[in-house]
């Protein structure tokens, strides 16, 4: 079965900093991948969508790479702020046309 | 939140009683999803529904039902609920493809004693 990997452990990075988060993933090649942010409480919200085919794609501060060598793709917030602060997950297609997320990774950005 | 509901939001209940959770969404989409969330897993899909009155099971199905006798709204129910379905149960839309962007309800979260 698919398996996604994401740091388990909290990043913690200074105001102002880029923050890159990792997805990994194994088995399956996905047709593209999407992430996510978590806040406390409350539901994932949708961030960005990159395919296969693309290997770069921005938005606003947000940087999405897709490298389908490496399986992996690399989320960016540069230019950091607290309120940046949140969990991140990363999601990818799998066979039987389904999501599978990632447990996601906490990002706490001080001031 | 997309105009996805849940209810209830919150909810204690004991080890065998039947729960129904309910999800309702106004913006008309297709594509419906019960998951759970729990620490170290990330979101697992329970159940899932293409349409009115069609639904195919997820990753965790055991344990759950569901029905969409409307377009808007999904139920997701336990039977006999366990402490292991202690969790927090988010239901999802999406427009088009099952793989499309999903729209995430605020969330409910269950407490089996």
């Known amino acids: 079965s698919q398996k996604i990997e994401q740091n388990s452990e909290a990043l913690n990075i200074q105001e102002g900093k880029t923050a890159t988060l990792t997805c990994n993933y194994t088995?399956?090649?996905?047709?593209?991948l999407q992430w996510y942010r978590q806040d406390p409480g409350r539901g994932p919200v949708f961030l960005l969508l990159?395919?296969?085919?693309?290997k770069e794609k921005r938005k606003e501060r947000l940087k999405v790479t897709f490298d389908t060598t490496l399986k992996q793709s690399l989320f960016h917030i540069t230019a950091s702020q607290p309120a940046d602060s949140a969990t991140y997950l990363c999601?990818?297609?799998?066979?039987?046309?389904?999501?599978?997320f990632g447990a996601g990774t906490i990002l706490r950005v001080k001031s | 939140d997309a105009g996805i509901t849940q209810s209830p939001r919150h909810k204690v209940t004991e080890t065998g009683t039947p729960v129904t959770l309910r999800c309702h969404q106004t913006?008309?989409?297709?594509?419906m999803y019960w998951y759970r969330q729990d620490p170290g897993h990330g979101l697992r899909l329970i159940h899932y529904?293409?349409?009115?009155?069609?639904?195919d099971k997820g990753e965790v199905s055991d344990g759950y039902s569901v029905s969409r006798s409307k377009t808007e709204d999904f139920l997701l129910t336990l039977e006999s609920a366990t402490s292991s379905q202690t969790s927090v149960y988010f239901c999802?839309?999406?427009?088009?493809?099952?793989?499309?962007?999903?729209?995430f309800g605020p969330g409910t979260r269950l407490t089996v004693l």
């Open positions: 999802a839309i999406s427009s088009a493809q099952i793989t499309d962007t999903q729209y």
């Open positions: 088995n399956y090649s996905p047709a593209y």
């Open positions: 990159i395919r296969e085919n693309e």
């Open positions: 999601a990818l297609d799998i066979p039987g046309n389904k999501l599978v």
């Open positions: 913006e008309n989409h297709r594509y």
């Open positions: 529904s293409y349409g009115v009155k069609d639904t």
